[in-house]
């Protein structure tokens, strides 16, 4: 069953978003180890979304929506439902623009995601950790308070702002072989995708998906949002579904999904660490993480890699975990 | 007593290694972060060496002094003492400039350094924990091999490299108001005072000590420099003494030292990871908590502050074996 899919954000709201965001939002840098290039044989380019605000590049997609609103919708409050760093984007975001936020988070959210949601601001509702849980909740908040919501992904202004990330990426590296990106619900990657490919029709994008959340790979194999699954992996991120937007603008535009189990990914986080000197989370770990498992793909080319995020409870990492 | 001074570097010897190096060192970006520059109630702009190639600024210097030699003298190698950093350092330059490299290493060096020294492909000699025995113990290698010796910061190419730092701060940041970075055997301090003392008479410029090691500190009171001192202190990067070159500089260009204690090392490098998402080392991480010591002397202020190293060892980080 193919839903209709809603109007797709197009190359022009990509350019519109980034000069929307521009006053607010950081300019990331693009680091390189030449020590990791050796490691990984290939030339590596990361772009560090890391080091946007609130640690991770959804800051880009909410507020590009917040600033899109008008004066009077804006004044009623944002709502969004989110198990951490869009929560805390449209937390800051929110507060720039003046307007009040509620974030609803499902219980067992990371802590140091929560407390980032609360330190911007905005005011938490909890619910039960299910996608059905959370979008019932924040339904109902949008219903009481006649708030805005702004999805975490199926949002066309969320999908523009995230698109600024390959925006960037490509104008300070235009000479690239291929992209790679991590995907959940497909936001960062579907707006990535759609700017790539605008600028460079010939640039091999991927994504990078969790083997214990692929549904987005199973998505697209089968041409339909793959929403029934229950995730297993360690990248917090990554959990979400695709939507009908982020699904039409992948089908269109990506090479392909690369699965990646939860063992590369924090074997490839803890690399980034060591040699790059970055903190990333593991779902910013994953797209690095698919290069390193599919090393004769990509083997002598120039690769551009999303790191997502950057937040990370320090008291417990996942290699100490492990031991 | 006061030593004879040896001949001290000036700015053209920093602007010479500057063009030295180009080829071969990163040029670090500055970051900024504005959830620290509110918490510290100033504007920190951080010159982000844990980024330079090995993860320190003592590339800088080992790399300067080591493309300096004539091909006679290089081809004979390179010789050095240092309980991390410096030692991968002059690893990786002596492999660039295509030459053997010895390094004297004393017992309880963090395992992460050693492992970097030995993967550049040097030859690790090991010797007894003290200043004494790793002096002895180069001289003699010296003696044996006709190598070069290159002292971790009691030379003047090495000085003047470190002093690159500083160039680059300054000529990406030419409006601060004030410099900190660590101090140790002081040849980052001292290159990057002599640089940032010829590009800006006006600048304030500190150094910042473990509290546990605070041997320049009583070096710059008693004008003289104390090497009998034993250091307890969680920065393994700040053990070392001055030499009669530092001390020489850090007389004539700097302000003073602030002396820091390690618990306010370990806030300030946690708030590094978590804020900036950098990796820093605590010797990294000092200068920032010297800022946060000291937030009435830089309130609302524009401040350099040198990140001079990210090598730490991941599995056992420090606010967990405080726990």
């Not at 797709?8 to 180890?33: G, M, N």
């Not at 919708?73 to 507060?95: C, E, F, K, P, W």
């Not at 990371?110 to 950790?129: D, F, M, S």
């Not at 109902?140 to 308070?145: D, S």
Request: hydrophobic share 45%; with cysteine; glycine share 8%.
């Amino acid at each position: 069953m193919t839903a209709a899919v809603p109007p797709l954000p197009d190359f022009a709201a990509v350019l519109s978003a980034a000069a929307r965001i521009a006053p607010h939002a950081q300019r990331t840098p693009v680091l390189r180890s030449r020590s990791l290039d050796d490691f990984a044989g290939c030339e590596l380019h990361f772009k560090c979304e890391n080091l946007q605000r609130v640690g991770a590049f959804k800051f880009r997609g909410a507020c590009n929506a917040i600033f899109s609103l008008d004066d009077t919708a804006a004044a009623r409050g944002i709502v969004t439902q989110s198990s951490g760093n869009h929560g805390a984007a449209v937390a800051l975001a929110s507060r720039l623009r003046g307007v009040p936020a509620t974030v609803v988070v499902p219980e067992g959210a990371p802590a140091v995601k929560l407390k980032a949601i609360a330190g911007y601001g905005a005011t938490i509702v909890r619910c039960a950790p299910t996608m059905a849980a959370r979008v019932a909740a924040a339904d109902a908040l949008v219903a009481r308070t006649g708030g805005h919501p702004v999805h975490p992904f199926d949002d066309s202004d969320v999908i523009a702002g995230q698109g600024t990330v390959a925006l960037e990426l490509l104008r300070s590296e235009p000479d690239l072989d291929a992209l790679l990106a991590p995907v959940g619900g497909g936001g960062l990657l579907s707006g990535c995708a759609l700017t790539a490919r605008t600028l460079r029709p010939d640039l091999e994008i991927w994504g990078a998906e969790p083997a214990g959340a692929a549904d987005a790979h199973a998505s697209l194999q089968e041409n339909r949002c793959i929403t029934d699954m229950t995730a297993h992996t360690i990248c917090d991120g990554l959990r979400g579904h695709l939507a009908p937007r982020t699904l039409a603008l992948l089908q269109r535009h990506i090479d392909g999904i690369l699965v990646i189990d939860d063992d590369a990914v924090v074997e490839a986080m803890r690399l980034l660490w060591e040699r790059l000197k970055l903190v990333v989370e593991p779902s910013g770990a994953i797209a690095f993480a698919a290069v390193l498992r599919h090393r004769d793909r990509f083997a002598g080319r120039r690769i551009g890699i999303v790191i997502s995020g950057g937040n990370v409870d320090l008291d417990t990492l996942p290699w100490q975990a492990q031991a």
